[in-house]
């Protein structure tokens, strides 16, 4: 891919870009949903099929197929990142795929207590990859157990706005 965009730190900032790690949080809305559904598992059919519909996917498509406004800079950017920082991201997301499929799993046995256990680990996984993105973070919830990498409310309410 040529680059088209420029890549200055303002704007990087206005597409919600990380000028020190070239990625966009809007990446988490993949994961955020399917991590709020789970808290639902068990009152709804429909809530079920959602979760087991639920598929990985990785950044680039992510960004192909999302109505993100700056969605070819978010690609272009991601093209251009420091190949250290995109190997902790796809780590961390490959672990956060892993736990997602358990879950779907345990879905798919009616295990709707298991399903939500594992569920109470997604929003580290996913405080951990938005420390990634945001530049501030080193590994992932598995290679530091003892860590809280926990994403706060006001970092949900962020990615949504």
């Known amino acids: 891919m040529g680059k088209t965009h420029d890549l200055n730190v303002e704007t990087l900032r206005a597409a ?6 070239l990625l966009a949080t809007d990446f988490l809305n993949h994961y955020n949903e399917v991590a709020m559904l789970v808290d639902f598992l068990g009152s709804d059919d429909e809530i079920s099929e959602e979760v087991l519909s639920w598929k990985p996917e990785n ?3 992510h960004f192909r197929h999302s ?3 700056d969605k070819e800079l978010a690609i272009e950017a991601y093209c251009q990142a420091d190949s250290g920082i995109i190997s902790r991201f796809e780590k961390a997301c490959h672990s956060l795929d892993a736990k997602i499929f358990e879950i779907q799993q345990a879905v798919m046995k009616s ?3 298991t399903a939500t ?3 109470k680990t997604l929003f580290d996984h996913i405080g951990q990859i938005n420390g990634i993105i945001i530049g501030n973070a080193p590994g992932t919830p598995d290679d530091e157990p ?3 990498h926990g994403i706060s409310q006001s970092d949900i309410d962020s ?3």
């Open 16 to 21: 919600n870009i990380s000028p020190d790690t």
């Open 159 to 161: 990615l949504f706005s």
């Open 59 to 61: 950044y680039v498509d």
């Open 117 to 119: 256990e594992i569920g």
């Open 67 to 69: 109505g993100f406004r």
């Open 146 to 148: 003892d860590h809280d």
């Open 111 to 113: 295990d709707f207590d």
